[in-house]
């Protein structure tokens, strides 16, 4: 039988290209996974301190709402999955994600600034669409 790769002497010769392209790949994979996962934050958001916060366990099945306050605009834009919304909008699409997943739950990200009318309406919306696991970010400091 005919051996791959080898010596002269009988002994195993290492082959390194394989294993570079296995790196890459999980290089990718890694990389594509964690884009997504920090595009759902808005960093321009300066969440509320709670001195009492806890760290959260896992985000899976969480769905994020970022409530950005302009002051200049004297309002608040909604954003749900990249996209700027109305958060009355959003009903069918949370009530779909609910029946997909009976676990999940939203995730409120607002300006410490922004007035409670604007949040209340993203948690109205996920009680419409029938999600009572509502959370809200802070931060301790």
Do not use: C, H
Not at 6 to 14: L, T
Not at 26 to 44: E, K
Not at 113 to 136: H, L, M, S, W
């Amino acid at each position: 039988m005919a051996g791959g790769g080898g010596g002269g002497d009988g002994e195993p010769e290492f082959q390194i290209a394989p294993m570079i392209d296995v790196l890459l790949v999980l290089l990718i994979f890694f990389m594509s996974i964690a884009t997504s996962s920090v595009a759902r934050y808005d960093p321009g958001i300066q969440v509320p301190v709670a001195p009492d916060a806890n760290k959260k366990e896992d985000s899976e099945g969480e769905l994020v709402f970022n409530v950005a306050w302009r002051a200049a605009e004297n309002a608040a834009v909604t954003t749900f999955e990249e996209r700027v919304v109305a958060p009355a909008d959003t009903i069918g699409v949370l009530a779909a994600r609910k029946k997909a997943n009976p676990q999940v739950r939203v995730l409120v990200r607002a300006d410490s600034e922004t007035p409670v009318r604007y949040v209340n309406q993203v948690v109205e919306a996920a009680a419409k669409a029938g999600i009572v696991d509502v959370t809200f970010a802070t931060v301790a400091r």
